[in-house]
């Protein structure tokens, strides 16, 4: 039953794509932000776990808990100083500026916390697994897996049945109207950002307890982001996870096949879906 | 009592200059039509009051208060709500939602409701749960008009409604009118149709290339007078 394990495997290591990736849908989704920090963002969050674990001497669940309020306002205050002053008609300007931020992210990393790789210690269940059937799945990917699903019915609980939501759906569709509803976009613009922080955070405690992570990791975590946004759809937080789940599953087959396919297989992956469906599989009705 | 009011009102696109300094009373429940042709700046009247073209402050004020100069958001919380030329409904909000994020910036109690509005236009009711934009035009217009009175407007502005209607269409709508306005708010209606703006209007302003060029109560315009200052022609 190797190749069932194979595919379990890879639909779990879907989840912590999928985690990765819905932050950067949320907030491209809202705003048309393509955020090439984001990556660096969530190395940034594991560090401040990190720091809440080893100096307060939390459980990492409890310290991600910690770091979510703190990241929601520095997303906030982040998209409230800076990046709304990149919005505008020209797409270049929040692409030059996230992409200067994720130098600086990474800089001062480095210069806090050296270039040593590092990892958040969760006391054991790291190695703890279940036999599920004919397969043994290890508890911290069935974790990752749950919480990216349990994450994205939140946002979609959260845009489709609050006031907030509405309003983030309205401002994404035609901001000078939503003016004329009394939406001031660039608040609900700082509060996606915040929420996309959120998820961030959560991201970043299964990135930083499965594995090692260090300074210069955030870019390469970018890319599975941004390819199972675009599988999925650009805009759609389902499609978000079956993109993740995509690229996990075409990691982990491909590794079956041959230890060296592991990334090449989920990025040919990426461009077969787009070659067959160019808009993604789940793409908005109206963009 | 003036409600509305603008002072030597001037506008600018960069710098093209689209109102030449206008002055307009609106009395508190008073029914007021502006007309014109294309590109008189009715338009652009409408944006300026609504907010979303920034004027200097005293340009426009509303009981005596100072308005010009405040952003869109600002303004629909003191009680002036637009339906915008076009109806810019949200294309991904249901109609429902659309109503309901009429009152996002003016939450206030007050005769509209999503009842009274499904009340005024029960055909939204049965559609309620469709998108917005899947509706035909005149459907979308009552949306638009509903939407722009979940704030309980003092003030509504209406842009253009009859643009693209067919006139049975329009009739529908404007049959709406005298139950708006019976709920007190004051009404500025934009329009091109000028038989449909007189017919519900108590003072009518007529606009060419950026100016007033007539004002008055219906009943007390000459046609030929309309037509001079609509065309700029003599007859």
Not at chain 2, 119 to 124: A, I, T
Not at chain 2, 165 to 170: G, S
Request: with cysteine; aromatic share 8%; proline share 5%.
């Amino acid at each position: 039953m190797s190749w069932l394990d194979t595919v379990v495997q890879g639909v779990l290591l879907g989840g912590l794509y999928a985690l990765f990736a819905a932050g950067l849908s949320l907030v491209f989704g809202i705003m048309r932000l393509v955020n090439l920090a984001h990556g660096d963002l969530i190395v940034l969050a594991a560090y401040l776990i990190l720091v809440l674990v080893t100096a307060l001497g939390l459980n990492p669940f409890v310290a991600a808990l910690v770091a979510m309020p703190i990241m929601f306002a520095a997303g906030w205050a982040l998209q409230r100083l800076v990046l709304n002053r990149t919005l505008g008609d020209d797409i270049l300007p929040p692409l030059l500026v996230t992409f200067g931020l994720s130098i600086v992210i990474q800089n001062a990393l480095l210069e806090g916390f050296s270039a040593d790789s590092r990892r958040i210690y969760a006391g054991g269940i790291e190695t703890a697994s279940l036999a599920i059937g004919p397969v043994n799945v290890g508890v911290m990917p069935l974790l990752t897996l749950a919480s990216a699903v349990l994450a994205i019915v939140a946002l979609n609980q959260l845009f489709y049945r609050t006031s907030l939501g509405r309003a983030f759906r309205a401002t994404s569709d035609d901001p000078v109207t939503a003016g004329l509803m009394g939406i001031r976009p660039n608040r609900i613009f700082a509060q996606a950002t915040g929420v996309a922080m959120v998820v961030v955070t959560i991201a970043a405690l299964y990135l930083g307890t499965r594995a090692n992570f260090d300074p210069a990791t955030g870019p390469s975590r970018l890319i599975y982001a941004f390819e199972a946004v675009i599988i999925g759809g650009l805009g759609s937080l389902w499609g978000t996870l079956a993109g993740g789940i995509i690229i996990g599953v075409a990691q982990t087959v491909g590794a079956a096949v041959n230890p060296e396919w592991q990334i090449l297989a989920g990025h040919v992956a990426f461009l077969a879906v787009l070659l067959a469906r160019p808009r993604g599989l789940f793409p908005r009705a109206v963009d | 009592m003036t409600l509305l009011q603008t002072r030597d009102l001037k506008a600018f696109y960069g710098d093209f200059q689209a109102l030449f300094g206008i002055d307009l009373a609106l009395a508190a429940g008073e029914t007021v039509a502006i007309i014109g042709a294309n590109g008189a700046g009715k338009t652009t009247l409408l944006r300026s009051v609504s907010g979303i073209i920034a004027n200097a402050p005293e340009a426009v004020t509303l009981e005596g208060r100072p308005i010009g100069a405040l952003a869109a958001p600002e303004v629909v919380a003191l009680g002036i709500a637009m339906v915008p030329e076009g109806r810019k409904l949200f294309a991904s909000l249901s109609v429902e939602e659309n109503l309901l994020i009429g009152r996002y910036g003016r939450d206030v109690a007050g005769p509209w409701t999503l009842d009274s509005v499904y009340g005024l236009f029960p055909v939204l009711k049965e559609r309620r749960n469709v998108p917005a934009t899947a509706l035909s035009g005149g459907q979308q217009q009552m949306v638009a008009i509903g939407r722009a009175l979940m704030s309980n407007p003092r003030v509504l502005l209406c842009d253009e409604i009859s643009l693209g209607l067919a006139p049975v269409v329009i009739r529908d709508i404007y049959a709406a009118f005298p139950r708006i306005r019976e709920s007190g708010a004051a009404i500025v209606i934009v329009e091109q149709d000028i038989g449909q703006a007189l017919r519900v209007a108590e003072r009518v302003y007529c606009m060419m290339e950026g100016r007033v060029t007539l004002s008055g109560r219906p009943g007390e315009l000459s046609r030929e007078a309309i037509h001079a200052a609509y065309f700029g022609v003599h007859a």
